[in-house]
RNA sequence: CGGGGUGUGGCGCAGUUGGCUAGCGCACCUGGUUUGGGACCAGGUGGUCCUCCGUUCGAGUCGGAGUACCCCGACCA
């Protein structure tokens, strides 16, 4: 009872809201905007990371750490970033405490100001790049690679768990390069690898493309996204990456020397994706029962529920649980035997589907006399018997199938709430619908903005995909030539 | 910062026109019966009713001020 969760259809937000609660992933904590994230939920998260780490070494990058402390005047290097931040900074001015003397308790000693404020990192393109500076001074020493995982704080003004929080978890990629090719191509390969990731491992559908330059990022030439679509037809901006050209270099003036001896300021790129990763794998593929977790990215792959009347009975099935487990941990998949005495079978069944657990697997008397188990599969709610000795084997082979089915699923979701719309009257009758619309636009700022007055839709992206989306056509909106469509729909 | 709402055991809530010992569900503890889809019975622990001021014989309830949180906008990954 206390673990049922609004149900989807009702009100979308409410049930993102107590599945994100219930299931035991995060909860608001007591500092405004900001999350706990909890054991369940981080477990997910470094499955996430793990994966991206791993992708990241594989194209050549490697980790580094830096400050969480940019000071004032970093941030303002760059006009652009810091018009872009500036309303969304944690400021720290102060470095100590002192009691208060007229029994205030404990206040700021005014005394311990700062000489010069440090600014909680927003992005950490101004610190990187000032440390850069020492870092290059030959084309010998390019491209640099490098990759942080940290946290960053912006304050924003409503927060929602996972989706927007004042402060995160993520990743930023940093590169720097001898030549603007070579930085365009980075910041292209890199938001391919985001695109791979969120197929093969969250099994999520997205959409690559480049944004329009109001939702450019702050100090960027070129932002490239990759899009999601959430299960009430709204996009999630999944992970981004920028060619920064040479913005940041000139900023903080680094410069290389050429192997003809000319001095080139250097080329630049970064990328990143953030813990709003759970909240696409949570909004993609939840359901009215709860969360569904693609095999790839569950911390707990099986569960094993036992069933029995006597202790005897839950000994002799304890003991066969163990015995598959061991053939199943051999094969590489995570499994836990919940044997917890004090819970019976039905509201184990039912917590394990709010956590998302792909396949469950339970064995009572009647399936030791028979040599059988039970396979319940969370994507469809299905259960299978199956005999316990090519159980091990039939359910690698279930896994293999759950993350294929749940991508499937999202996809075709993904696809019938995608339309060519040519009249901007349906335009406005379908946004309200919910879900992405392929529309000509005259590729002005101009138009974009007065779209998103009046519908609150905006441009997601300019799609990669040139053969769905290149074709002449009149913008939507002012009816101006357009040779190609673009992505619009409501965002998180 | 604008509009709306809510603060009552750990969680979710009820509490009438002011009245008696502040109640219910969940969770928790003890004992027993149960166990193939969220068990049941009996007993039990746990509360400065957000804070301050006021009205009153009497305030969870009425008035004022403060404060915290939530929802809807503007801002954003």
């Not at 920064?244 to 050429?258: E, I, M, P, R």
């Not at 005259?442 to 609150?456: A, L, Q, R, V, W």
Request: net charge negative; hydrophobic share 40%.
């Amino acid at each position: 009872m206390a673990k049922e969760i609004t149900p989807r259809s009702e009100n979308y937000s409410q049930w993102y809201n107590d599945l994100v609660v219930k299931a035991g992933l995060a909860e608001n904590s007591a500092v405004r905007g900001c999350m706990v994230i909890k054991p369940y939920g981080y477990a997910i998260w470094e499955k996430m990371q793990h994966q991206l780490d791993k992708m990241f070494k594989e194209t050549g990058h490697q980790n580094a750490y830096f400050p969480l402390f940019i000071p004032k005047s970093f941030l303002s290097r760059e006009a652009e970033h810091v018009e872009g931040f500036a309303k969304e900074c944690a400021v720290v001015t102060h470095h100590r405490l002192m009691t208060d003397p007229n029994g205030n308790g404990v206040v700021v000693d005014p005394d311990a100001k700062l000489e010069e404020e440090l600014i909680v990192r927003p992005t950490s393109e101004t610190i990187i790049w000032n440390t850069y500076k020492n870092w290059i001074s030959s084309y010998r020493d390019l491209p640099i690679l490098v990759n942080q995982w940290a946290n960053v704080v912006r304050w924003e003004m409503r927060t929602r768990l996972f989706l927007r929080t004042a402060e995160f978890l993520w990743q930023e990629g940093h590169t720097a390069h001898a030549t603007k090719e070579e930085a365009l191509e980075e910041a292209t390969k890199m938001v391919n690898v985001y695109a791979d990731f969120a197929r093969n491992y969250m099994a999520i559908p997205v959409i690559v493309g480049e944004k329009t330059e109001s939702e450019r990022f702050a100090g960027a030439i070129t932002t490239l996204c990759i899009e999601a679509m959430m299960q009430d037809g709204k996009a999630l901006q999944a992970g981004t990456s920028h060619f920064l050209g040479q913005n940041f270099a000139k900023a903080f003036d680094v410069k290389y020397q050429t192997n003809e001896g000319g001095l080139e300021y250097v080329w630049a790129s970064s990328w990143g994706v953030s813990t709003r990763l759970m909240g696409a794998l949570i909004m993609a593929h939840g359901d009215d029962n709860g969360l569904v977790l693609p095999p790839n990215l569950a911390p707990i792959q099986v569960v094993m529920v036992p069933i029995f009347n006597k202790p005897e009975q839950l000994e002799a099935v304890l003991a066969k649980m163990k015995e598959i487990k061991e053939e199943l941990v051999k094969k590489g998949v995570s499994v836990k035997i919940d044997d917890r005495d004090n819970l019976r079978s039905g509201f184990k069944f039912a917590e394990w589907e709010l956590k998302g657990v792909p396949v469950r697997v339970a064995i009572g008397p009647r399936d030791l006399e028979n040599n059988t188990v039970e396979l319940a599969r969370r994507d469809t709610l299905t259960k299978e018997s199956t005999s316990a000795d090519s159980a091990p084997e039939r359910i690698v082979s279930l896994l293999d199938e759950i993350e294929k089915n749940i991508y499937q699923k999202a996809l075709s979701f993904r696809d019938s709430h995608i339309w060519k719309v040519d009249s901007w009257e349906e335009f406005k009758t379908k946004i309200e619908e919910g879900g992405f619309l392929l529309c000509h636009w005259d590729g002005t700022s101009e138009t974009e903005e007065k779209i998103k007055e009046e519908t609150k839709a905006t441009i997601r992206c300019i799609p990669f995909d040139s053969c769905v989306c290149q074709e002449e056509g009149k913008c939507i909106y002012s009816g101006k030539p357009s040779h190609r469509r673009v992505l619009f729909a409501k965002a998180y």
